[in-house]
């Protein structure tokens, strides 16, 4: 059985990873991290039975007992400090949470190496989104020119969302975008053609009504591409694929970001 420490256990996506985590056979919740609810039973909180363990107010308390894998699914400002920590005592990680920029991840992979521990950290787990990624790298190796929009509900505090984020940082490595008109020589105010990440230009909209989307548009003389990925109200399309990463970051050493580190696409 794989010994998993959940942060963010009464969260939105990680009170439904812990109803998925009993039911799947070869994984066992041994200690859940969240603030509110610190010092009660998971069981409790989430009104389920079968989730039979603690709830601690950190990291560092939850793995005072050591765990195989501790998955990360908190918040921007907190993520950081539990993924250090939870390769300091030994775990491999899995970072749902979104938010962490590239200078976090330096440091996130140097230490994970410097334990030889793995990190597999995945903007979004959905395999639309995995799909969405494969897709796009496909045809930035031919079309030289896109931009990213990335769509969410109106209170998320962070942008651009981690699956734009880490679409810019994939495409990078296919190449950097060429736009006709350098964004210098933009005339109006320079925001209007969104932040630079990676290389690409990512513009976020935060609105009522929308959960989670991303898409890509691709762009050539007289033709144009648009890969979009859409999720539903539910934290569901989440679940497969981080129990997937759970089962294999062992495999890994250092940090690899997206899901197919670990899938054969
Ligand atoms: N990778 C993916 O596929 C995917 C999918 C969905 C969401 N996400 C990302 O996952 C993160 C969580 O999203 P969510 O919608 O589940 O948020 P949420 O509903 O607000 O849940 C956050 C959870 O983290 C706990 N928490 C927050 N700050 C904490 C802290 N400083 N110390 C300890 N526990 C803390 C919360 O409990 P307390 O407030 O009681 O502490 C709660 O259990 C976001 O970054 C989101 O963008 C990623």
């Known amino acids: 059985m794989i010994k998993v420490c959940l942060a963010g256990a009464t969260g939105w996506a990680g009170s439904e990873l812990a109803r998925a985590i009993p039911g799947s056979g070869d994984l066992r919740l041994a200690a859940a991290v969240a603030r ?36 990360e699914y908190t918040k921007p ?14 775990a ?6 979104s ?12 230490v994970a190496r410097a334990q030889r521990r793995g990190v597999l950290a995945c903007g979004n787990f959905a395999l639309t989104v995995v799909l ?7 045809a930035a190796k031919l079309i030289p020119q896109w931009e990213i929009i990335d769509y969410a509900h109106d209170d998320k505090i962070d942008a651009p969302s981690g699956t734009a984020r880490e679409l810019a940082a994939r495409l990078s490595k296919v190449r950097h975008p060429e736009p006709t ?21 990512v513009h976020s909209l935060r609105l009522p009504s929308y959960v989670i989307s991303a898409e890509v548009v691709f762009g050539m003389p007289d ?6 990925h859409d ?25 690899h970001r997206g899901l197919d580190a670990v899938l054969d696409l």
């Open 36 to 71: 509110t609810h610190a010092g009660r039973s998971l069981a409790e909180v989430l009104g389920d039975p079968r989730l039979a363990c603690p709830i601690y107010r950190s990291a560092a308390e939850a793995l005072v007992d050591p765990c195989d894998v501790f998955v």
């Open 77 to 90: 400002d907190s993520a950081r400090a539990n993924v250090l920590i939870a390769l300091e005592r030994g």
């Open 92 to 97: 491999h990680v899995v970072i749902g949470t």
């Open 99 to 110: 938010g962490l920029g590239d200078t976090d991840f330096a440091e996130i992979d140097a």
């Open 132 to 138: 969405l990624q494969k897709f796009a790298e496909a």
């Open 181 to 201: 008109i350098p964004l210098e020589r933009t005339v109006g105010p320079r925001e209007a053609r969104g932040a630079t990440l990676s290389g690409s230009q």
């Open 223 to 228: 033709q144009r591409l648009t890969l979009r």
């Open 231 to 255: 999720s539903g109200s539910s934290a569901r399309p989440y679940v497969d694929g981080a129990l997937l990463a759970i089962r294999r970051v062992s495999t890994l050493v250092g940090l």
